[in-house]
């Protein structure tokens, strides 16, 4: 396993051929409303989404937040760990867990792409999307971003090669925790900073986010029939090419929205000061594919 399971939020769940993976669901039992699936970004996993959950929870959502293969206490998995990769793994979880109706994907940051892929490949379970200052194929086919994703990669490989020596552990508790979550999330985003394992395993996705990003161009455009709510870290940025591609989804859809967080980082967007801003969303999508089926 990735990590003891001493004070283990959620459960290991067996998705067979000798695997688990960590899963942590929460709301009320017996809502009537779709369950939310929260995927995170790179180097993420089921503790980024602790706020947001609570905040979720608060508003009647039923939500469920898991760990990626190779992260967190989630077991690794088979390669490439590519999109395709990331999405059966999903789906095999979500069989696991019996968890077999309506779903609401939410993903932040590279998890854009997973949720795409993943709604594209299951569009009758589908309600709607929140994207959450995410990553999406089209932004991937600029030029600018193309680079960047490079870069992140040489960066994210440099990084799990010092996790790996144990480098970063004693700055865990500087550096650890970036969202700015508080108690057991707090704890789990600093042990996950200083994991090797942990870090290893998400420089391994961001080898493939070019091909993740091919795989979800690949599955098809979103259907226009979806809400779809994209909330943006920081203000509206009119001159900001980037930001004009991560709201393109909204624009496109019958019952899109767009909210800018205004204050928030890439990373403080997923804390408890703006969580409100992605219930927002959330509820945006369902009210809306209600209205709509209605």
Known sequence: ?????????????????????????????G??????????????????????QVALAAAGFRSLAYDRAGLGRSDLGPSPRDGLGVVRDIETLLAA??????LIPCGHSMAGLYVRLFALRNPAR????????????????SGLMSTAVDHFGHLARAFAWGAGTGLFKPL????????????????????????????????????????????????????A??????????????????????????????????????????ATVLNATFAPAIVRGVRHVRDAAWTGRG
Do not use: C
Not at 35 to 52: H, I, P, T
Not at 128 to 138: K, M
Not at 176 to 200: M, T, Y
């Open 172 to 223: 865990a508790s500087v550096l650890g925790n970036p969202i700015g979550l508080e108690g057991s999330g707090a704890d789990e985003k600093r042990w996950a900073f200083g994991d090797a394992g942990h870090n290893q395993a998400a420089a391994e996705e961001v080898k493939y986010w070019q091909q993740a990003a091919r795989q979800a161009r690949e599955a098809g455009e979103l259907v």
């Open 1 to 29: 396993m990735a990590v003891s399971e001493r004070a283990l939020r959620g459960e290991l769940i067996d998705i067979g051929d000798g695997r688990r993976l960590h899963a942590v669901l929460a709301g009320p039992a």
């Open 126 to 141: 589908i309600v709607g999307l929140v994207l959450v200052d995410a990553a999406t194929p089209e932004a991937t086919d």
């Open 97 to 102: 867990l019996g968890e077999s109706g309506l």
């Open 225 to 266: 029939d979806w809400p779809i709510a994209v909330v943006t870290a920081g203000g509206p940025d009119g001159v900001n090419p980037m930001k004009t591609i991560q709201v393109a989804p909204a624009r496109a859809s019958r019952a899109g929205i767009v909210e800018h967080a205004a204050g928030a980082s890439h």
């Open 31 to 52: 809502s009537p409303d779709p369950l939310v699936l929260l995927e995170a970004g790179a180097f993420g996993f089921s503790a980024d989404w602790a706020a947001v």
